[in-house]
T-cell receptor, first 114, second 116 residues
Framework: AQSVAQPEDQVNVAEGNPLTVKCTYS??????LFWYVQYPNRGLQFLLK??????LVKGSYGFEAEFNKSQTSFHLKKPSALVSDSALYFC????????????FGRGTSLIVHP | GAVVSQHPSWVICKSGTSVKIECRSL??????MFWYRQFPKQSLMLMAT?????????EQGVEKDKFLINHASLTLSTLTVTSAHPEDSSFYIC????????????FGEGSWLTVV
């Protein structure tokens, strides 16, 4: 069975500082990995994904994520946080074959302080 | 990017009535559509997975007779909450998957259901 862990319920960072939102996963074989963002009372928006190739994936709004196979991690990063980045972030993993139903982490609330 | 439209965004219904939520993929044909439920400050709970023209596959603990899912075409899926009760009040989110893009899932904006 596949699983996703987001170990932090909340991450606090000052505006202008770099941010990291952690994600580790467990899945058979090579996974597809995703990050989504959810603003209050809204659906989820796709940020970025890893399929294959370069381990550093760049996505929307200046976010990037690094795929680390040995550590089974896919941490979300941004060099300089904005107050408007404050939202709920979800990591997801999907197997490459079979039912490919994705599994989501429980979400991490990012709060960027002015 | 791919767009998924969900309607209505907000709905209030009386206890005992039924309410239908629509999910459409606007610019692509969705391989699969998913329905999720989200409680405040919690993660997504997958309710069911549906493929066009076939019956939905429900997750354990989800009542298929209460949450009716119809996937009439490659661009439309509907969730009908039958005989709604206050405990069904929640945020319901649909999503559509496009296998050609590495199983990327695109989400609708969600629907707030309040049963009074």
């Amino acid at each position: 069975a596949q699983s996703v862990a987001q170990p932090e319920d909340q991450v606090n960072v000052a505006e202008g500082n770099p941010l990291t939102v952690k994600c580790t996963y467990s899945v058979s074989g090579n996974p597809y990995l995703f990050w989504y963002v959810q603003y209050p009372n809204r659906g989820l928006q796709f940020l970025l994904k890893y399929i294959t190739g370069d381990n550093l994936v760049k996505g929307s709004y200046g976010f990037e994520a690094e795929f680390n196979k040995s550590q089974t991690s896919f941490h979300l990063k941004k060099p300089s946080a904005l107050v408007s980045d404050s939202a709920l972030y979800f990591c997801a993993v999907s197997p490459r074959g079979g039912s490919y139903i994705p599994t989501f982490g429980r979400g991490t609330s990012l709060i960027v302080h002015p | 990017g791919a767009v998924v439209s969900q309607h209505p965004s907000w709905v209030i219904c009386k206890s005992g009535t039924s309410v239908k939520i629509e999910c459409r993929s606007l610019d692509f044909q969705a391989t699969t559509m998913f329905w999720y439920r989200q409680f405040p400050k919690q993660s997504l709970m997958l309710m069911a997975t549906s493929n066009e023209g076939s019956k939905a596959t429900y997750e354990q603990g989800v009542e298929k007779d209460k949450f009716l899912i119809n996937h009439a075409s490659l661009t439309l899926s509907t969730l009908t909450v039958t005989s709604a009760h206050p405990e069904d009040s929640s945020f319901y989110i649909c999503s559509a998957s496009l296998r050609e893009t590495g199983n990327t899932i695109y989400f609708g904006e969600g629907s707030w259901l309040t049963v009074v």
